[in-house]
């Protein structure tokens, strides 16, 4: 074997060499942390959820215990709440304002709540409930007014059973009404006259008995008039008709003797309606309201009165409601 005649330089470090020693047994790794599982969640409260008293935002979902500063995940279902007082930003539904007791001692304080359940006003009624009658279910409606009118062609007589009829606008507001006493010459020396009111509350009265022949008295243009010699007769000058608010033609004596009387009393327009009314009593009078005029909605209508009177034509008048009339004596008024 030949050797090298270079020495080596790594056979002392060969030599010298030491096993090294083991250093200190290294940490072990930390544990892993295993997730602790949630409870099942339970039915949700009404109530909102709990305020943490926490820094933290906290947007998870409501959790069933009461609130922590913590920052773990809470997924277990929400409790009843109790509010805290701290400064996170709470977006869950605000809970309902409870009603504050109205304190029964004077206070300065604003108070600007609702009136309580006890002071609260009782609303107000429905229309229908105003328009609703106090008493229980009402019967079949009234039926409907029907104005008994005149005969086209013929008279329409007046009887105490349909004592009244009504003259169409036409008959009442053309020409004249005339009234006439168609009486035998047994009853009697018969004059008409008529007591009269006027829209104007001017009352008067026109006849032979009573020594005026027009009505209003001194007047150019009378509404009523008893021209003689036919002082059996009255006529109503239908242009002046709504100057005229009623009317009563009264049958008298001349004399001042009782009538027994007899006949008809006859109504005519120029509108062609004709209206009869029968003057028998049966017994002597001395006065006897025959027929009443009244204007309603600007028509007249007709009434056979037919009440007998024992008294002067002043009775008459006052029993009629012509009481506004002042008389000289019982059978002339003054005008």
Known sequence: MIEDPRPRPDLTWLRHRSRRRPG???????????????????????????RSGGDDLDLSAPSS????????????????????TGSDLDL?????????????????????????????????????????????????????????????????????????????RLESGIGALTATAVCPPSAGDV????????????????????????????SRRPVLSAPPPRSERVVVDLRQSRALRRLLVVASSASGWPLQLDGTLVVTTAGGARVEVPLATGRPVLTLAVLSLYA?????????????????????????????LSWADDRTPVQ
Not at 192 to 197: D, F, K, M, P
């Open 24 to 50: 200190p047994a290294a940490a072990p790794p930390p544990p892993v942390r295993t997730p602790v599982h949630a409870p099942p969640p339970s039915a949700p409260s009404t109530s909102a959820p709990l």
């Open 65 to 84: 215990p009461s609130g922590s500063s913590g920052g773990d995940l809470d997924l277990s279902a929400p409790t009843p709440p109790a509010r805290s």
């Open 92 to 168: 869950s539904a605000p809970a309902p304002p409870s009603t504050p007791e109205r304190s029964s001692s004077w206070s300065a304080d604003l108070d600007l709540s609702g009136p309580s359940p006890d002071h609260a006003p009782s609303p107000a009624p429905s229309p229908a409930q105003q328009q609703r009658p106090a008493s229980g279910p009402s019967g079949p409606p009234a039926p409907a007014r029907r104005d008994r009118r005149t005969r086209r062609g013929g008279p329409t007589l007046l009887t105490p059973r349909e004592p009244t009829v009504t003259l169409d």
């Open 191 to 218: 004059v008409l006259g008529a007591l009269y009111q006027l829209a104007d509350g001017t009352s008067g009265a026109v006849g032979a008995a009573v020594g005026v022949p027009g009505g209003p008295a001194r």
């Open 296 to 324: 309603v909605d600007g028509e007249f209508v007709l009434r056979a009165e037919l009440e007998p009177f024992d008294a002067p034509l002043r009775e008459v008048a006052r029993a009629y409601g012509y009481g506004a």
